[in-house]
Each structure stands twice: as C-alpha cells, then as structure tokens.
C-alpha cells in the first residue's frame, strides 16, 4: 500500500512571489507521481505527472514538480505566483505496475494575497 | 475534451432515503472512479471499474454499492442514505493504453454536493 502527505494545509503567499508546495510519498515499489489542482466549485484536472525519465517535469500554468527518489518527494513549485493560482492542490500516486488505484493526499489550499 | 459529467451539481436527501448519482462520460475510458472529498480528509475512493460490469472496492465502500452497465456510465448508490454520507461526490475516468497498463490521467466531473437531512 502506499500513502501520501501533504504537510501543510494552507500557504499564503503574496502574488508574484515564489512558491513552493511539498509533498512526500510512501511506497514499497516504484510508482507514478501527480499533482492535481481545483480550482473553486470544479472538479479536479492534472497540473503534470512524473511517470519515467527526467526528474524535473513542467505542466501547465507556469509550475513544475521535481521528483526526489531518496527523499521520497514531489514537491511542487512555481517561480511566480498569480491571483488565478488560488486554489486547492493535491499530490497523488499510484504504484507503477499493474492496475492499481490512486491514493490522494489530503489537499494544500495555496492562497495568493494582491 | 474529455467530459465528465454529474447528474447533479446539488443534491438534498432525508435520512433512509436511496440516492442515485450519476455520471457519464463521452471519451470511451475503460476506467471510470467514485471519490468522496471531505475538508481535511482529501479524496477517498469508494468505488472503481475498470470495465464494463466490474467493479472493484475502493477503501470507503461500506453503504455505497455502485452500477456500470454501459461503458459510459458509472452510478453511485446509496442504499439507504445517511447523516454522515453528507459529502462532495466526485466522478473520474481514465483510459487504458494499447500495452494493457492503466494509465495515469484521471479526468473529473465538476461534482455533487450531496447533503442528507
């Protein structure tokens, strides 16, 4: 089985300041990485995925994610944060083989202050 | 696009009372999931099929029970509804790839918020 946790439920940040959203997984066999973001009254969509290859990825609006097999992390960052980047993200995985379900973490609200 | 959609974005149901929620969606995903999101608790599956007529448990199954007879539609249902399934029901699905593994992009519905009286 395997877990997931976001440390910090809330981050507040002032818009165009850098931000950093962590998160660690815990896992017996290699996995698959996600971040996903929901935006107000919406359901989720996928910000990028780690699956192979170069540990740094991008995904959409400017963010990226860098996956850290010692630390066992994917934290999620972005050099500049904008007013429409409120919302709630959340880190996920799954385990690589096979078919198995996606574990969640339990969400950080990222706040960005004008 | 691929679109999920729920068959209600609001939902207000009296205790006992059997609850359906469905979702449908139009891209021919083989996978297709049901979470509940609650604050401070995330998501957490309830219920998921990866084909037609199968169904696997997720780790929130008790007194859900969940209907997938056609490839596109996926239902939750709620046999005999209570305080404490009061709750964000969010719908998902994903595709298989070509080699037989799953893949890795699930695509949400906008969800209903289910309250129960």
């Known amino acids: 089985a395997q877990s997931v946790t976001q440390l910090d439920s809330q981050v507040p940040v002032f818009e165009e300041a850098p931000v950093e959203l962590r998160c660690n997984y815990s896992s017996s066999v290699s996995v698959y990485l996600f971040w996903y973001v929901q935006y107000p009254n919406q359901g989720l969509q996928l910000l990028l995925k780690?699956?192979?290859?170069?540990?740094l990825v991008k995904g959409i609006n400017g963010f990226e994610a860098e996956f850290n097999k010692s630390q066992t992390s994917f934290h999620l960052r972005k050099p500049s944060v904008h007013i429409s980047d409120t919302a709630e993200y959340f880190c996920a995985v799954r385990p690589s083989g096979g078919y198995q379900k996606v574990t969640f973490g339990t969400g950080t609200k990222l706040q960005v202050i004008p | 696009d691929v679109k999920v959609t729920q068959s209600s974005r609001y939902l207000v149901k009296r205790t006992g009372e059997k609850v359906f929620l469905e979702c449908v969606q139009d891209?021919?995903?083989?996978?297709m999931f049901w979470y509940r999101q609650d604050p401070g608790l995330g998501l957490r599956l309830i219920y998921f099929s990866y084909d037609v007529k199968m169904k696997e448990k997720g780790d929130i199954p008790e007194g859900y029970s969940v209907s997938r007879e056609k490839k596109e539609r996926f239902s939750l249902i709620l046999e005999s509804a209570s305080t404490n399934q009061t709750s964000m029901y969010l719908c998902a699905s994903s595709s298989r790839t070509s080699g037989g593994t799953h893949t890795d992009t699930q695509y949400f519905g906008p969800g209903t918020r289910l309250t129960v009286l």
């Open positions: 891209m021919d995903h083989e996978n």
């Open positions: 780690y699956l192979s290859g170069s540990t």
